[in-house]
């Protein structure tokens, strides 16, 4: 059993090696020229381990895909648990969140990008990114949906909610676009004043 546990979490840990691997070189080269040499020698693992976990290349990239939207989902369930049940605070936290430093960096954003490029063609990275997307939007709409309700605002829950996604995609657009000038702190002040110009009842004093 012990052995079996041991053996266990080895095969983990260099799949969590290959997946950084592949997340890092996948931001530098894209998917056509990314090879499994290039994961391997980043992971500091031989090409016959990659081969061993992932039988091919696309199942490998379809398992860093997975990885960084559960990544995701993970980090956004807990923002919005510890905002408790306040939705001034849910939708605060959820900003917080899509640019904090663990979820918004360049390589996996870059990474994100790159993915949705694809889903056009690839089937497997439609349905995961559709998944990441449509409880990303179920959860904003329902949060929008009491601030409107409270704010005697008519405007359409799912118009507002997005308006907000794609607020936020564009924004992280612009860290792969310009890295140099692009900003965190600005970048969530741009949020917080579409969520203030929309409820300006509820925001009054919080933001």
């Given amino acids: 059993m012990k052995q079996r546990n041991i053996r266990s979490e080895n095969k983990k840990n260099s799949n969590l090696k290959l997946i950084s ?10 998917i056509n020229e990314l090879t499994m040499q290039d994961v391997s020698e980043g992971a500091g693992l031989s090409q016959g381990i990659v081969n061993f976990h992932f039988k091919s290349k696309e199942l490998l990239l379809i398992e860093t895909l997975r990885f960084i939207s559960n ?13 408790d049940k306040d939705p001034r605070k849910k939708i605060i936290a959820i900003i917080e969140n899509d640019f ?48 409107l309700k409270k704010e005697n605002n008519k405007l359409s829950k799912k118009n507002i909610s997005r308006g907000f996604q794609a607020l936020i995609m564009g924004l992280w657009l612009d860290q792969l676009e310009d890295p140099d000038t692009f900003n965190r702190i600005q970048s969530k002040k741009i949020c917080f004043e579409f969520i203030k110009s929309n409820f300006p009842k509820q925001f009054k004093n919080i933001l």
């Fill in 21 to 30: 691997s592949t997340i890092k070189n996948l931001s530098k080269k894209g």
């Fill in 71 to 83: 990544e995701y989902l993970n980090s956004f369930q807990k923002s919005i648990i510890k905002a």
């Fill in 100 to 147: 904090s430093k663990k979820i918004c960096t360049r390589e996996k954003i870059s990474v994100w990008f790159t993915f949705f490029s694809e889903i056009k063609y690839k089937p497997a990275y439609h349905q995961i990114c559709k998944e990441r997307d449509l409880y990303y939007q179920i959860i904003t709409e329902n949060i929008f949906d009491e601030l």
